[in-house]
């Protein structure tokens, strides 16, 4: 890779973009069209390297450094995932759990159960992506292989995303500059940030039961602002595959909306819910009890056609929090407005 030291700018910005944003983020401008950036270090003087702390040489090995991190990053997000299987361990009393489940993209899984019944413990091996050596003994398979401790445990290209109940932002950040930073390093190509990012914002605004501004700080979003921001995040930005959320009925977001994006965007889904609505939505349903899943139910016709009259009552209910929320009185008849 060294040889791209000795590139003009103008081949290298082509074959390699990421250039163009170390030059950027350094601050420094970048070669001229015909000119090399070992030409370009070579040629700073002692007030330009000061500025930028290093050395010409420094400068070469950073520039190296920093095309081998960030194209290994696309690199490593990899094909798309289309099937996750997961094979049953033991229970909390160590009776064999008689599971053979197998998920496709796009579809999503609904795991119910009763507090303290092992709903968390399931996401946590999926996310860890178990192989016999968490509590459960569980096994899970990424498209028939077994993942390998480098896809087990990768820190910046994880195919497992996990939303919990609660949003705490470190970053003091815009909501539209905090997902512009997200899709940069994720490596996603300058000319589709800004309208995939205004893409986002948007979808989050359909999602969260208050609108808030692009320039709204993260810091001051609510509950279900910040919950759909991060959906929409999962959606058009994020590389992982598979989604695990923790409830996704809490905080006012259309948890409708929410599972048709993901799903949409071919992602394998897992949700814990005590939510019926919610629970309905799945295209399995997963119920656990006593450390261990008792049993896999699929939709049939009776249950699609309640999820739909469960559907429509949500959607009044949305329109009753938006007259409460502007100050409207309810004051109508109310057994009429939610009759299906």
Known sequence: MTDILDLLYVRLADEHPVCVRFFDELGIAPPAAHETPRHLFASLDE???????????????????????????????????????????????????????????????????????????????????????????????VDGTVPDDAVRHAVESKIVAQLSQSMVFVMDLPARSFLRLHAESRMMPEGRIDETVERAISCANDLAGEPFEPDASLTVLSGGQSRALMIADLAFISTSPIVLIDEIENAGVDRKRALDLLIRNDKIVFVATHDPLTALMGDKRLVVGNGGVRRVIEPNEAERCNRDVLCTVDERLMELRRLVRAGERIDFDVSSFMSP
């Not at 290093?54 to 090995?61: D, G, N, P, R």
């Not at 053979?100 to 999926?126: F, H, N, Q, Y």
């Open 47 to 141: 007030f330009e390297l000061s500025d930028c702390g290093m050395s010409a040489a420094a400068l070469e090995e950073s520039l190296l450094s920093y095309v081998r991190r960030m194209e290994s990053l696309s690199a490593a997000a990899g094909p798309p995932v289309s099937e996750l299987r997961i094979r049953g361990g033991v229970d909390k009393d160590g009776r064999a759990e008689s599971l053979d489940l197998v998920m496709r993209a796009g579809e999503v899984a609904c795991i119910v159960g009763p507090t303290g019944s092992g709903k968390s413990r399931l996401l946590e091996d999926i996310e860890y992506l178990a192989q016999g050596d968490t509590p459960t003994k569980r096994r899970v398979l």
